[in-house]
């Protein structure tokens, strides 16, 4: 194990298995108590017919409402008004921004040597103005609830994770410096070229290494008090919506206030989830910039703290608690790294000392 | 993936329910395509032993180790034959020859000592000793009538299982 999954073992992953894995006990110890390994059986039955990891990633397929002679001119006129007029038009709203963000962008960072701090506010305004132009792209109807982040030192904010366009989301508001994959292709380049002035971090997840580079400047970031407010999506890969998977512990230990933030995709007309092993980010956008409209809400909620006696752990589970409510989402105990990791040997451990301790009680006697 | 259940004809779930002794509906076979499309990545028709252990669910059992090498490469017919054992209206008796055939995984037609230390060893892992779980299994055999060096045959696993009321049922979702 690359040690990745090791924080799955903190949690108290059997509250949220099936009742089944908790075996009762039997009186005395039989050859057919132990011969009968159904519960374990239909416990793997169940996780291949259906399991809540897989749930977490599934994306909904989008309904067509064509299925009769009197929508069906509608909806054709519909794609037609989507395709042959909406999105040239989205595309060349963004092809427009780009220009206008590049022509002042480039002189302002490559030129402009003198006043620092005039530089990065000018910057920041353009980061904010281009996601402002690609939550535009797609009409981004986003309702925004709570008191709008300040900058400050000692805070940080965390949301649930759908899409890379969650960022995009936050950033038109305010220009947050966000912890973030490092993607190939042109994401990547703008990842490095103009993200990097806003204060982003980027790493590889699969590095084991990038870990501790990461949360040393994580650490320094937020002790700066002009730096750009810190975003973390804690959950570490994109979660379809419906679901949330255990949150990293890492943006709760920095010793600052966490202040979560909730984001919840109205599926009506797409569905934001951006599946990343089956589409690329362009397709992605695409995909968005071909609907009606992406609606969304955000909410802002209070700032927390950790409490007394209270591990990082708990705290990021409260936080996720919190966030999971207020944007209606389901809970669950995986790691979302095993997307790309097979789990801790540890979860298969702890069922193995409940069953020999059951077995060896039982001998004693 | 999109409309998975369009690739199955009716020909083809009747192919799949008969072959599955019809202990699936229709609906929970299209359910199941669904599911099978799912887990096989790529579509290549059968599912490989390490995508069943992508699902975190199905690694975490103490079992996987031991399922996997009966699900390696199962193709749709198979994946659904394995399942059905765990349908509501498999008998007593389908449900048992599967359990038989976990702990006789090399299906030489008899369970002995060593296959179930095998199965006892996956169970308990570093918690028991070699010779406590020796230890145990030999208590449990004698008690039962056999002798330590007895090989079990299937017709023995139906009388000792006969016994505990076995609930082994999992539900096909169907949306």
């Known amino acids: 194990m690359v040690g990745l999954g090791a924080d799955l073992d903190h949690l108290n992953i059997e509250e949220y298995l099936p009742e089944e894995s908790i075996q009762a006990e039997p009186k005395k110890l039989h050859l057919n108590d132990f011969l009968d390994i159904s519960p374990t059986l239909t416990e793997a039955a169940g996780a291949i017919i259906d399991d809540s990891f897989t749930r977490c990633f599934k994306s909904n397929p989008p309904e067509p409402w064509n299925w009769n002679i009197y929508l069906f001119p509608l909806w054709c006129l519909g794609v037609m008004i989507r395709y042959g007029l909406l999105f040239p038009l989205r595309l060349a709203i963004l092809t427009a921004g780009w220009i206008v963000f590049f022509a002042a962008f480039l002189p302002v960072h490559f030129l402009w040597t003198g006043n620092t701090k005039w530089r990065c506010k000018i910057e920041r305004k353009l980061v904010e103005m281009m996601c402002g132009v690609f939550v535009a792209s797609w009409t981004g109807v986003v309702k925004y609830h709570g008191p709008r982040p300040s900058r400050r030192p000692q805070q940080v904010f965390v949301a649930n994770h759908t899409s890379m366009i969650d960022f995009i989301i936050l950033e038109q508001m305010t220009a947050f410096a966000v912890i973030m994959q490092k993607h190939p292709g042109w994401v990547g380049f703008i990842q490095k070229t103009i993200l990097e002035s806003v204060g982003c971090i980027w790493f590889n997840r699969t590095e084991a290494k990038d870990r501790e580079i990461v949360a040393r400047k994580l650490r320094e970031h937020t002790q700066g008090a002009d730096n750009n407010p810190l975003l973390i999506f804690p959950e570490g890969t994109c979660v379809n919506n419906q679901y949330t998977v255990m949150f990293k512990k890492g943006a709760f230990e920095l010793g600052c206030a966490v202040c979560p933030v909730a984001i919840k995709y109205n599926k009506i007309f797409v569905d934001a989830f951006w599946n990343s092993k089956k589409q690329s980010f362009t397709m992605h956008l695409v995909r968005l910039m071909t609907s009606w409209a992406v609606v969304c809400d955000v909410w802002y909620l209070e700032p927390q703290y950790l409490r007394d006696g209270e591990t990082p752990i708990e705290f990021a589970e409260r936080i996720r608690g919190m966030i999971a409510a207020r944007a209606g989402l389901k809970k669950v105990p995986w790691d979302g790294y095993l997307k790309y990791f097979r789990p801790s040997p540890k979860l298969t451990e702890r069922k193995q000392q409940k069953f020999a301790e059951s077995v060896l009680h039982r001998l004693e006697k | ?175």
């Open chain 2, 1 to 175: 993936m999109g409309n998975a259940s369009s690739m199955l004809t009716q020909y083809d779930i009747d192919e799949v329910q008969e072959h599955s002794g019809y202990l699936f509906s229709q609906q929970e076979i299209v359910a199941l395509y669904k599911r099978f499309c799912q887990l096989d990545r790529n579509a290549k028709g059968f599912i490989s032993a390490d995508e069943f252990l992508s699902i975190p669910e199905f690694s975490l059992n103490p079992l996987s180790q031991r399922l996997q090498r009966m699900l390696d490469g199962l193709n749709f017919k198979d994946f659904v034959a394995f399942l059905s054992s765990f349908s509501q209206k498999a008998s007593p008796q389908q449900k048992m020859e599967l359990i038989f055939r976990v702990y006789d995984v090399d299906s030489k037609g008899r369970v002995n000592l060593k296959d179930l230390l095998e199965v006892l060893r996956d169970l308990t892992g570093s918690f028991m000793s070699e010779e406590q779980r020796e230890q145990v299994l030999n208590h449990m055999l004698e008690e039962a009538g056999y002798m330590r060096d007895a090989s079990l045959v299937f017709d023995d696993f139906v009388k000792i299982l006969g016994k505990s009321g076995m609930k082994m049922e999992v539900e096909v979702p169907i949306d």
